[in-house]
């Protein structure tokens, strides 16, 4: 009996079939990577938030608004990277459950402002407390400094990218 398995030669593996894959492709390609890493997150986000019905987009409207309230709907949509419509939608859908509320804009009296009523708050600081639970539960593979870095460096790809938009390159 063998200890080890026989070794494979590349001819083996080009003239062989495919097995039936299983699990997500394995390609190191860091824009593949990025792309399942969306998935198993997005995921994870919605399940954490299932519990208060909040979908995904919801709750990044709700934590934009954390940084940036009040706010015109176009400029959430701005931040966001989606479009007028489906923001639009989401604030819909949160001002129904009554988690936003509208008011006219000082500036100009047209413009319609968001923000998150109490309701909304108290909404949003449970979803926070839930993703943040969901997330230190997914990365707890790392290593406290191994996170740091992953969140650094995605950090900074995301400010240089928007910075070259911004700029026109």
Not at 2 to 28: F, G, I, N
Not at 38 to 58: D, I, M, N, P, Y
Not at 84 to 108: C, H, I, N, T
Request: aromatic residues 4%; hydrophobic residues 40%.
């Amino acid at each position: 009996m063998l200890d080890h398995p026989p070794a494979v030669s590349p001819r083996d593996v080009v003239s062989s079939p495919r097995p039936a894959r299983k699990h997500m492709s394995t390609s190191l390609s860091i824009f593949f990577l990025i792309q399942q890493m969306h998935r198993l997150v997005a995921s994870r986000v919605e399940e954490a938030l299932q519990k208060e019905g909040v979908t995904a987009r919801q709750f990044l409207l709700l934590d934009l608004l954390a940084d940036n309230e009040p706010c015109s709907s176009a400029d959430l949509a701005r931040l966001a990277h989606m479009t007028a419509q489906a923001m639009g939608e989401s604030v819909k859908a949160l001002e129904k459950r009554g988690f936003l509320e509208k008011m006219s804009s000082p500036e100009d009296g047209r413009t319609l402002l968001i923000r998150r009523s109490a309701l909304g708050w108290e909404t949003y600081t449970r979803c926070n407390r839930a993703v943040q639970k969901a997330e230190a539960a997914f990365f707890s593979c790392l290593p406290p400094m191994e996170l740091a870095r992953v969140r650094g460096s995605l950090a900074l790809v995301r400010e240089i990218d928007i910075a070259k938009r911004q700029s026109g390159q």
